[in-house]
């Protein structure tokens, strides 16, 4: 490749994400490249992005877009068994990853400079050349069933709750059951469904080509031309996405045997990347629950001032494995978000007090806005902030890689930090009260004794409480307040789910 041509590649790159709005044109469009060079790394990052996610599993196999996936990553191809794969990878220090999500399928991996060759050859070869063995297909979706049947269910009740509140939101809709699948949808997927998904999906049409780091343009041409020897195919057609309307609150009791319960509730919103309140719900957001800032709101009132639990935070965009991780991961972009706030597991005994603590501090939130000072904090947080939410050159280009799934010029990283200094009080105020509400939500416990629950709920029965060490006075005064907070709801709008029934 001559030099003109990674200019050219570029100035491709800008010009079709300014003209590509998120959702469905995005998916009409050739094979995208998107370019970050920097000669100064001697690291190089690919991440080959498909236009397919859980979206697109056909009814009744849903989970085959993560299974198809995970052949990928987790198989044999034509020429190694997996095993020899991760044998060729050790001595490199690399790997190759997959991540699906709703809408996006990533294929990633880094490597130093000087195991170029190698592992390009071997990146290539296991997008392109999948074997499709019985025996690694058996494997992964017992993988794939035991996630859901043990660790999911049993293994860690934020995750459940948070996996059980996704599906209750978009209940109806594409999005409306886990990219793993269900227990009973992958029994039902064969080995000739997966190998039907890829060549359907996995296509030239549908792929957006990122490469960053110390690479050559030559290396950038090849990568290029051999991914055009993918299956051809057109892209398939994005499914509708209609969340239906939430009318009050609507509960689901997940019930298991626990000593602590966790919480998470939320409703659909639709501000993405590509909108301009996006950047001053981001804002409000931060200010009333930044994920694992210890300043912000919920942490404040829930764990700082009564020590109920390890976090609360809330959240604008899905943040997937958020105990693993302080900033957003890349690539789970989507064309219809949620606002879901999160409370870590507190004591059973405190579960209705500190669901009635984060409702109490989102209605402030939108009956009063922020004042002055509570918005200039947080601007001025958020623009230094932000700089750490990409600081490698995988994640520069996964980030990059998201600019094209929504259609945004540039960069949205730049663009953030530089709304920042323009953003005023009354930009995030009035994005508060257009996207933000506190009447129609959808809510998930995950508890033990859930009857008692559904009807000290129904009855709106105060729930005071007590600590095991002294509270300032200004503190108990505000938990009177907080304990006797209205819970409307009818009993016909809460459900209770035995632990082992879900995901079936």
Not at 113 to 131: G, H, M, Q, Y
Not at 382 to 408: C, H, Q, R
Not at 442 to 452: D, G, I, R, W
């Amino acid at each position: 490749m001559k030099k003109y041509a990674v200019t050219l590649a570029v100035v491709i790159f800008a010009f079709l994400t300014a003209i590509v709005p998120a959702g469905a044109a995005a998916r009409s469009l050739p094979e995208k490249l998107v370019l970050l060079p920097d000669p100064a790394d001697p690291t190089i990052s690919l991440r080959f992005g498909f236009r397919v996610g859980s979206q697109d599993d056909p009814n009744g196999k849903e989970g085959l877009a993560a299974l198809t996936a995970a052949m990928l990553t987790g198989g044999a191809t034509k020429k190694r068994s997996y095993e020899e794969i991760l044998r060729l990878l050790y001595p490199m220090a690399a790997g190759i990853e997959g991540q699906v999500d709703k809408e996006m399928t990533v294929i990633s991996g880094r490597t130093h400079k000087d195991n170029l060759t190698a592992f390009r050859s071997l990146f290539i070869e296991v997008i392109r050349e999948p074997a499709f063995r019985e025996d690694d297909f058996k494997r992964l979706r017992t993988n794939a069933i035991n996630f859901l049947e043990t660790s999911l269910r049993y293994g860690d009740d934020e995750e459940l709750g948070k996996a059980a509140l996704g599906e209750f939101v978009f209940a109806g809709t594409p999005y409306g059951h886990l990219h793993s699948g269900h227990v009973a949808s992958l029994g039902a997927i064969t080995l000739d469904d997966v190998k039907a998904f890829y060549k359907r999906h996995y296509t030239p049409a549908n792929l957006t080509i990122g490469i960053a780091g110390g690479y050559s343009e030559e290396f950038a041409e090849r990568v290029q031309r051999e991914a055009q020897k993918l299956p051809a195919g057109r892209p398939a057609a994005v499914p509708k996405l209609r969340p239906g309307p939430i009318e009050g609150l609507q509960i689901e009791i997940i019930e298991k045997d626990a000593d602590a319960t966790a919480i998470s509730f939320g409703f659909p919103i639709d501000a993405v990347r590509s909108s301009r309140d996006i950047f001053a719900l981001a804002v409000a957001n931060s200010w009333l629950g930044e994920h694992r800032n210890h300043s912000s709101r919920l942490y404040q009132a829930i764990r700082d001032a009564r020590g109920l639990t390890y976090g609360a935070y809330s959240y604008i965009e899905f943040f997937p494995d958020a105990g693993r991780f302080m900033v957003p991961r890349p690539n789970v972009a989507r064309r219809r978000p949620a606002f879901q706030i999160w409370i870590r597991p507190v004591p059973n005994s405190a579960r209705i007090f500190a669901f009635r603590a984060a409702l109490r501090e989102l209605q402030q939130l939108v009956d009063n806005g922020l004042r002055w000072e509570q918005f200039d904090l947080t601007r001025r947080f958020l623009e230094n902030y932000s700089l750490n939410y990409a600081p490698t050159s995988m994640t520069k280009l996964g980030y990059a890689m998201d600019d094209v799934f929504y259609g945004i010029p540039g960069s949205y990283l730049e663009r953030f930090r530089k709304r920042m200094e323009t953003l005023t009080l009354e930009d995030v105020n009035a994005a508060i009260k257009k996207y933000l509400q506190y009447k129609n939500l959808k809510v998930v416990f995950v508890t033990s004794e859930a009857q008692q629950l559904k009807e000290a709920l129904v009855a709106n029965t105060p729930s005071p409480i007590t600590y095991p060490s002294p509270k300032p006075q200004d503190v108990l005064e505000e938990d009177k307040a907080i304990s006797v907070y209205p819970i409307s709801v009818k009993p016909e709008n809460i459900s209770i789910r035995p632990v082992d029934t879900m995901f079936r």
